[in-house]
């Protein structure tokens, strides 16, 4: 592969000194002291032409953005002879956010914010393609449970269980409670105005925020898209939520901090609600064991199935209080 990287790299216009390889992506050091990243790039040319469209709209207004690097030819894109597509694009030194500090973590909310204020002023419209609706999270629920239930028939069907799938079991209509449940609740929501959607993040993440010597800067946007801006906030939410034991002051924190900068709609809270009440986490394992080889204890599913239990009290104390304070 290092072969094929130095081949790739001969496309652009600098001469690399040193390679390293990172997660997923190639560190490239150049003679003149420049760095930048090379990575797979998942879609066609003209949403790599309209990325970089993007990101230079987001430097314009004062957003530090990552900025892509066109090939000798003028490409935004290299396709490689097995119709790999390649991109390369400026690197940032700098540490990622740090999960386990607290301010970390609230700028990492607060930057957010300023982000989906800033993607306002975006003119150009996606295609259907990058654009989720209003309906696009209940027909994503209504996928998920189906697929729950397809692990719970397939479970029962079988004569011999592991330790993993028993306990799944058991935990089964809990769970599935939650999902009927915050289906319900998403259904019986008033249509949100268009005030709410906007050029989101689309893996808003610890990982894709960096703190460098420019201040917070956000990084790869290979997944932006049009979806409710609350989608952004509810993704890292859940995940800082759940590494924090769904910690109320904490969580209560976030948004409050996300709140200073972009004020919240009682629509988003609501939704905010509603997604942190579906068992998201229950049906990953679900699908992980499902689409991994079953005839396998998997000992990592089992270990995520006893962590969720482990979660369960807090976080059910944490959507009680969650779900009065949007109601208020």
């Known amino acids: 592969m290092y072969n094929r990287t130095e081949i790739i790299l001969e496309a652009y216009p600098y001469e690399f000194t040193d390679i390293t390889k990172g997660r997923g ?38 957003c530090t953005a990552e900025q892509i690097v066109r ?3 003028g490409e ?32 990492a909310v607060r ?17 259907a393609v990058m654009c ?8 994503e629920y209504a996928r998920h449970t189906r697929e729950l239930h397809k692990v719970r028939n397939y479970i029962k069907a079988k004569k011999k269980r592991n330790e993993f799938e028993t306990d799944f079991l058991n935990e089964y209509d809990y769970y599935i409670a939650q ?19 906007g050029i989101c993040h689309g893996d808003y993440s610890q990982h894709n925020l960096l703190f460098t010597a420019k201040g917070p800067v956000i990084i790869n946007y290979e997944r932006f898209c049009q979806d409710a801006y609350i989608s952004d906030f509810a993704h890292f939410f ?46 990953k394992v679900a699908n992980h064991y499902f ?19 482990a979660q369960e009290q807090e976080r059910a104390e944490f959507l009680k209080i969650l779900y009065y304070f949007v109601q208020g």
């Open 71 to 73: 090939t000798k030819e």
């Open 111 to 127: 930057k957010l914010a300023q982000f989906h204020i800033d993607t306002a002023g975006f003119q150009e419209e996606l295609p």
């Open 238 to 283: 859940r995940k800082i939520m759940e590494k924090h034991n769904w910690n109320t002051g904490l969580g209560m924190d976030m948004i409050h901090a996300y709140d200073k900068v972009r004020g919240f709609g009682g629509w988003e809270l609501r939704q905010l609600s509603i997604r942190m009440s579906y068992p998201e986490k229950f049906w």
């Open 25 to 62: 992506v190639y560190f490239c050091h150049g003679k003149d002291g420049s760095k930048k990243i090379l990575k797979e790039f998942s879609g066609s040319a003209a949403k790599a032409e309209l990325l970089e469209r993007f990101l230079c709209y987001l430097n314009e207004r004062g």
């Open 291 to 309: 689409n991994s080889k079953k005839s396998w204890a998997n000992n990592r599913d089992g270990e995520k199935l006893a962590k969720i239990r």
């Open 132 to 139: 989720k609706d209003a309906e696009y999270l209940g027909r």
């Open 179 to 197: 999902a009927d449940e915050a289906a319900g609740r998403l259904s019986d929501t008033q249509e949100p105005s268009g005030q709410f959607f």
């Open 76 to 107: 935004a894109l290299f396709t490689d002879i097995d119709e790999t597509k390649y991109y390369m694009r400026t690197w940032f030194d700098g540490r990622e956010c740090d999960t386990r500090n607290r301010e970390d973590i609230l700028c």
